[in-house]
């Protein structure tokens, strides 16, 4: 099995969907009474490891320093989602897709718009 080396335009938009779907998620979620507030300290908890000195492998080393704050952020994300209670969890994404979907049925916001001159 190989993976393709250069993903397509729509394979790119769909990650970045994909991603922002799942911050999108982690805010509800953290918004949430229903969620206990001791789940709600775990993505911050990841927050702290990326900001202070102390690292599992030093940002002075390169990318690999970066890549274990990304991979300790990404898996506190996670974590806070598979231990949030599922019919929670269920509800949100439902409303996500619902308003993706909505999104993607056409509807137009109208607007607009006009071109700012900034020499004068």
Do not use: C
Request: proline content about 8%.
């Amino acid at each position: 099995m190989s993976s393709n080396p250069n993903p397509s335009p729509t394979q790119r938009l769909n990650l970045v969907a994909s991603v922002i779907n799942r911050l999108r998620l982690v805010v509800r979620l953290l918004r949430d009474p229903r969620v206990p507030l001791y789940l709600k300290l775990v993505p911050f908890a990841s927050l702290l490891y990326v900001v202070l000195p102390i690292d599992v492998v030093p940002d002075v080393i390169p990318l690999l320093g970066q890549l274990d704050d990304v991979g300790i952020v990404v898996l506190a994300v996670e974590a806070f989602i598979m231990m949030s209670p599922q019919h929670v969890v269920q509800e949100h994404l439902a409303d996500i897709e619902a308003s993706a979907q909505n999104a993607a049925d056409g509807t137009v916001i109208d607007g607009e718009w006009h071109r700012v001159n900034r020499d004068r």
